[in-house]
């Protein structure tokens, strides 16, 4: 049966499903509609994604969808491991513009399930790493923003060091937290 763990943040969740194993490998279970829902995690998911990272220090996000694009999110590692960041954009919540990390891993066999309403993204501590997502929505390039992942009012420690962070250009050309909390509000 698969564990599910409330994290600080409401609706943001440790996901940690059981691994059968013998001489020959093991068999996992790492998504099962009726449990979650039952634990309160009720998702439609409608696309899977896979991304691999080369190297370590690949940072992926923050990044969001608005309106009614927005996703929830299922995130694991098949390979390596991420320093994953979910930040509450939700303008109603007590907890608008706090942050949460989780390490996730191979090794640890953990996800991460983070609600619509935040902005997500991930740095590789290891080479070769490879994730997995389920997403509840499907991408909509018109809809989607991207939130400065060293925005000064966040102030997220990131556990690589600047140099040594690999990004795209529309990670590194994100927009700060007030304006991307500007447009959430206004629904896109």
Not at 119 to 132: L, M
Not at 140 to 169: K, M, N
């Amino acid at each position: 049966m698969v564990e599910v763990r409330p994290l600080d943040l409401a609706g943001v969740f440790e996901i940690l499903a059981p691994r059968f194993g013998d001489d020959r490998g093991f068999f996992s279970e790492t998504w099962n509609k009726a449990e979650l829902a039952a634990a309160g995690i009720d998702v439609d998911f409608v696309q899977d994604n896979h991304s691999f990272s080369a190297a370590r220090g690949v940072l992926r996000g923050l990044h969001l969808q608005l309106g009614p694009h927005a996703q929830d999110k299922l995130v694991r590692v098949v390979r390596g491991a991420i320093w994953d960041v979910a930040v509450d954009l939700r303008p109603q919540s007590p907890t608008c513009g706090r942050w949460i990390v989780l390490e996730v891993s191979a090794q640890r066999w953990n996800q991460i399930f983070i609600p619509r309403g935040f902005a997500h993204g991930f740095v590789t501590t290891e080479p070769g790493t490879e994730v997995i997502y389920k997403v509840s929505a499907p991408y909509a390039s018109g809809w989607e923003r991207t939130l400065q992942f060293d925005d000064s009012t966040l102030a997220i420690p990131w556990p690589v060091s600047a140099p040594e962070l690999q990004l795209s250009a529309k990670d590194r050309d994100g927009l700060s937290f007030e304006a991307v909390l500007a447009l959430v509000r206004r629904g896109g």
